[in-house]
C-alpha cells in the first residue's frame, strides 16, 4: 500500500473522504510530529527516508525542490499535489 505524508496546508477534508474510501490507508500528518514546521527540501528528505510520498498542496515551491533532489540522485518518493479548489496542478 502506499505510504503517504499529509503535509501541513493539505486539505482534512480531502484526508477524511481518503480515510472513509481506505479505512487501512497509511498515513501520517505532518502537524502531529517532529516534522511540523520544516521547509521543504528536509521534509522532502525526511519523506524519502520514511519511504513515504508527501502530498500537498503546494505547488509553487515543493515540486520544484522535489526535482531538485532527483536532479541530485537523492531518492525522492514524490511529492503528490493537487491544486486547491478544483484548480488545475
Do not use: C, S, W
Amino acid at each position: 500500500m502506499l505510504r503517504l505524508l499529509i503535509d501541513e496546508n493539505f486539505n482534512q477534508r480531502i484526508l477524511r473522504g481518503l480515510r472513509l474510501r481506505i479505512p487501512a490507508l497509511d498515513y501520517v500528518i505532518v502537524q502531529e510530529t517532529a516534522m511540523q514546521g520544516m521547509k521543504d527540501p528536509p521534509l522532502l528528505r525526511e519523506a524519502a527516508v520514511l519511504h513515504r510520498v508527501l502530498v500537498t498542496h503546494d505547488l509553487k515551491t515543493v515540486p520544484r525542490h522535489a526535482y531538485a533532489r532527483v536532479a541530485a540522485g537523492d531518492r525522492a518518493l514524490g511529492p503528490a499535489a493537487r491544486a486547491e479548489h478544483g484548480g488545475r496542478p
